[in-house]
């Protein structure tokens, strides 16, 4: 029967719990996207950096304002935002399995599990620097305390972040006793530096067996400062998510103008003792000093990042951004991943070995370049496609079931 000619029936009710996606939580992911791979694309030019050591490349005063730039404003604040948004996205996922009248625990459990083996490979292969293993080893900590009241998850969260901030100050002053004012001797660390180099430029085996030894030495360094942040980030999206900060600004605008002022004063005095002691990296106890205070204030900085970028959303050209911005972040793991295997074929034995001949400057340029070209990809994949190719085989590892690829004409909330 044609369907002109189809007797008439009353409509069907909308779902009254299926709201559209979260577009502002999208566009912040995005925008996390970038300052996470100016971050790490340190990484892949420079062993030296990956070993908390001075880049014999950064000798021009142009390439050291760019390693400033980049610890300044990138460093240890993007991971922050990033981590926060996924917290905010757990409750989405867990709104999306009461729809779908399936167990939450369950599920996510097989999606923390799925990211960990995601990490595993992404690790050993592409990045050392992972942070995918992590959430999903942490994601279970959250899994077991998502009942808990806002005021235990938000008092929780401060206390990570102090202890851990605490943390390092209470070693830089025990190594400060102990080497009497005297830099640390890094004559090992530079001869490391150079084994690294001369393994990342021989063959796709020596990357990998170089990645596998890296993981065995900075385990715990993740343990003691990644870690413990990201659970408190975690914490809090999850808080914000229940209030559906992010679901309507307009209706939070003093709370998120409050947050931005408060976010630069106490924030940007940290970023900046942080990156005036990291430009020296010269094994002082000042590089020390400088890790806690960054763990202590860069929370603020991230929070007066996102606020910033909500109030602009509201404005005719930040709306244009966040439109640009959005289809990157509804695919984050994919153009994380993407991130990872363009730096390794560009700097490692995988491709061009760039690797240890790239400066700073030209790594920062490369890393907008590369985002650059990601936002026309995926707001192209996202006009075709309900999900990026890494989130469709994450939500069938998740749901157990193969979810189809075409784009629904509405879009769902869970992240």
């Excluded at 925008?31 to 100016?38: H, K, M, P, R, Y």
């Excluded at 420079?46 to 390439?63: I, W």
């Excluded at 990033?82 to 999606?111: D, H, N, T, V, W």
């Excluded at 942040?229 to 103008?257: E, N, S």
């Amino acid at each position: 029967m044609d369907e002109a000619e189809a007797p008439s029936s009353p409509p069907a009710p909308p779902a009254p719990h299926a709201p559209q996606r979260q577009t502002t939580v999208d566009a912040l992911r995005g925008f996390a996207l970038l300052g996470i791979l100016v971050v790490n694309i340190a990484t892949f030019a420079s062993t030296y950096y990956g070993m908390g050591l001075p880049d014999p490349l950064a000798n021009s005063l142009p390439e050291r304002l760019a390693v400033f730039v980049r610890t300044f404003v990138f460093e240890t604040k993007f991971y922050l935002l990033f981590s926060f948004l996924f917290g905010y996205s757990f409750l989405l996922q867990k709104e999306a399995a009461q729809r779908a009248g399936r167990a939450f625990a369950p599920r996510m459990a097989r999606r923390l599990l799925g990211l960990w083996l995601l990490g595993v490979a992404h690790g050993v292969l592409l990045y050392q620097g992972d942070i995918l293993t992590t959430y999903g080893v942490i994601g279970v900590v959250l899994l077991m305390l998502h009942r808990r009241g806002d005021r235990f998850l938000l008092g929780a969260g401060i206390a990570l972040v102090l202890g851990t901030a605490l943390l390092w100050a209470a070693f830089s002053l025990l190594l400060s006793r102990a080497l009497g004012g005297e830099p640390m001797d890094l004559r090992s660390a530079y001869a490391e530096a150079v084994s690294a180099l001369a393994a990342y430029r021989g063959t796709p085996m020596t990357v990998i067996v170089q990645h596998l030894r890296e993981l065995s030495q900075i385990w715990w360094l993740t343990a003691l400062v990644q870690a413990p942040t990201a659970l408190a980030m975690f914490f809090a999206g999850f808080v914000a998510g229940r209030h559906a900060l992010l679901a309507d600004t307009g209706a939070h605008l003093p709370l998120f103008r409050r947050l931005l002022a408060w976010g630069l004063v106490v924030g940007l005095p940290g970023a900046a003792f942080y990156a005036q002691s990291a430009m020296r990296v010269d094994g002082s106890v000042r590089d020390f000093l400088g890790l806690s205070a960054t763990l202590l204030t860069a929370p603020f900085l991230s929070a007066a990042y996102a606020c910033a970028l909500v109030l602009l959303f509201r404005t005719p050209r930040g709306r244009v951004l966040e439109r640009w911005l959005a289809p990157a972040g509804r695919m984050a793991l994919s153009n994380y991943l993407l991130q990872s295997a363009v730096c390794a074929w560009l700097f490692l034995a995988y491709g061009l070995r760039w690797i240890g001949a790239t400066p700073p400057l030209a790594a920062m340029g490369i890393a907008f370049a590369i985002f650059g070209c990601q936002l026309p990809l995926s707001r192209w994949w996202m006009g075709r496609f309900a999900y990026g190719p890494v989130e469709w085989l994450l939500r069938a590892f998740t749901n157990l079931a193969l979810p189809s690829m075409l784009r629904a004409s509405t879009h769902r909330t869970d992240a």
